[in-house]
């Protein structure tokens, strides 16, 4: 039913970009906060970057901020995390996930806030 799907990651040089996007089936994604989280095995799920429901509002988390955008576009259905100048320590799988929040907060950093999930897609950076 609910269904969100990340695409476009992939193994790119050190400096390089890439861009991802979270497509969503079953729900309005107009109607949802969306987050960006990475995670590597073994570690905890890090928070990347959230855009509330218009996409008038943004935050980030200190390891990406000024080289990752997060964007939206509802008529598609769809969020966009542009990551430019990645380094090695950026290589992850990346999920997108949705929340109910009409706001964002210091909550937004946390994947419990999220109700739904991606599968995640493979982000990997080489130096």
């Known amino acids: 039913q609910v269904q969100l799907v990340e695409s476009g990651g992939g193994s790119v040089q050190a400096g390089g970009s890439l861009r991802l996007s979270c497509a969503a089936s079953?729900?309005?994604?107009?109607?949802?906060?969306v987050g960006w989280f990475r995670q590597t095995p073994g570690k905890e799920r890090d928070f990347i970057a959230a855009?509330?429901?218009?996409?008038?509002?943004?935050t980030y988390g200190d390891s990406v901020a000024g080289r990752f955008i997060i964007s939206r576009d509802n008529a598609k259905n769809t969020v966009y995390l542009q990551m430019n100048g990645l380094n090695p320590e950026d290589t992850a799988v990346y999920y997108c996930?949705?929340?109910?929040?009409?706001?964002?907060?210091?909550?937004?950093?946390?994947?419990?806030?999220?109700?739904?999930w991606g599968q995640g897609t493979q982000v990997t950076v080489s130096s």
């Open positions: 996930a949705t929340s109910t929040r009409s706001y964002l907060s210091t909550d937004s950093y946390y994947p419990t806030e999220y109700d739904y």
């Open positions: 079953g729900l309005t994604l107009s109607d949802y906060l």
């Open positions: 855009i509330v429901r218009t996409g008038g509002a943004t």
